[in-house]
């Protein structure tokens, strides 16, 4: 078993003020979850998880006499959220599981760091380790890192029962972490159980949702999920995996930021109320839900590649915050169209890199400061200018534009 003592995240100092604040007098506290799977498996650390023998009350006392801040943000389950030097850790003391509903379990306080480890989903979930790097493994979660495998930790119909949402953490787990070949047991237990997963709230499926999408192997993992019949429970509906795996390996072609709100719309949008039903059922943010409602509904108008006057005019046509859904549309049209040139629509892509949108020189007060009079009249003006610059391929500047105004004013006398 490695051991995890050079690790510089490990040594930071909150992280340390923690080990100090809480082990000792007859109290034991260990890192666990994923810092240490992560850690292990060579990939960035995010957030830190503790566990302690400690009860609630004394972990929030010893925090309070070390000058750390302690927020009691899940006490029931025995959870307190420390703040150390202003980073974030969560500590929650040893459980065992009482009653389980699919959900949300009903715990008591233990002080057995390997029955801890047996209430918790997959193998590579249950290492813990202490301050000095050693790392504690009584399941053979550093073996199935290395192999890169996902195993449930005993009956994985059993582990089903207790939270249903272990369905998709398995599946994310082997879109994040797995070889392609998954673990034939928690599989079957998967796909028997996938009904269960119409219980949990949408707020739940949709944040494993997004990690699946956003996963290294998304496309292997949804076309599994679909073959299975658990994706259909979670979308009501079927995916176009063909497009799905087209939009990513155009977000990677052009170096786009990946997109859940895109990527989710190549695979099971066709029209504007998918991206409603979508949305609600993912918990999608207002702002993904407007981007993948825009990028759809403009999908149709995306000129050739090749045509820069014509991707100048629909650049334009977008508003002035037109770009991401600009660029949103190119990418879904190149995963919509099998015979899509990459290179070229790659050159689509980047022309608001290129050629930026222009801004329109002229305002109201400018059509006033001509003479104009106060009223519908100065709208009207403004319009038929703005078409007329835009139908010049935005060539004419401010000067001509005044110019042209005069003789738009004189002609209406």
């Known amino acids: 078993m490695p051991s995890l003592a050079g690790a510089a995240w490990l040594s930071a100092t909150p992280v340390q003020r923690v080990f100090a604040a809480l082990g000792g007098g007859g109290e034991e506290i260990r890192i666990v979850g994923g810092a240490v799977r992560d850690s292990l498996a060579g990939r960035p650390v995010g957030d830190i998880d503790f566990a302690t023998t400690a009860l609630p009350g004394e972990v929030t006392a010893r925090a309070a006499r070390a000058g750390i801040k302690a927020v009691p943000t899940g006490i029931e389950h025995g959870t307190v959220t420390l703040i150390a030097d202003g980073v974030p850790f969560q500590m929650t003391t040893l459980r065992e599981d009482v009653e389980t509903d699919g959900r949300r379990a009903v715990v008591r306080f233990g002080r057995d760091w390997t029955a801890d480890a047996r209430r918790r989903d997959f193998t590579i979930n249950a290492l813990s380790l202490d301050a000095d790097g050693t790392v504690h493994d009584p399941l053979g979660g550093f073996a199935d890192i290395v192999a890169r495998r996902i195993r449930f930790i005993g009956d994985p119909d059993r582990r089903i029962a207790e939270d249903r949402l272990r369905i998709l953490r398995f599946f994310r787990f082997n879109a994040e972490f797995g070889d392609g070949a998954l673990d034939a047991p928690g599989l079957g237990a998967a796909i028997r159980a996938r009904d269960g997963l119409r219980t949990l709230s949408a707020e739940r499926v949709g944040q494993e949702m997004r990690r699946i999408v956003l996963a290294p192997h998304a496309a292997e993992m949804l076309g599994l999920m679909q073959d299975c019949g658990v994706l259909p429970v979670i979308l009501a509906g079927v995916a176009c995996l063909g497009p799905f795996s087209r939009y990513l390996d155009f977000e990677r072609s052009v170096d786009a930021r990946p997109s859940v709100a895109l990527r989710l719309t190549a695979a099971v949008c066709r029209v504007a109320e998918d991206v409603e039903r979508i949305a ?109 610059w835009v139908d010049h391929d935005f060539v004419p500047d401010e000067t001509e534009l005044r110019a042209r105004l005069q003789q738009m004013m004189a002609s209406a006398q």
Do not use: C, T
């Open 280 to 388: 609600d059922r993912l918990r999608l943010s207002n702002a993904e839900r407007d981007l993948a409602a825009a990028a759809l509904a403009a999908m149709p108008e995306v000129p050739n590649p090749g045509d820069d006057r014509a991707a100048r005019h629909f650049l334009y046509a977008l508003g002035e915050d037109g770009e991401a859904v600009f660029r949103g549309a190119v990418g879904l049209a190149y995963a919509w169209s099998e015979a899509a040139d990459p290179a070229r629509h790659a050159e689509l892509y980047r022309l608001p890199d290129r050629q930026p949108r222009p801004a329109f020189p002229l305002r109201g007060r400018d059509i006033l400061g001509a003479g104009a009079p106060h009223g519908p009249a100065v709208g009207q003006l403004l319009q038929a200018l703005e078409a007329w």
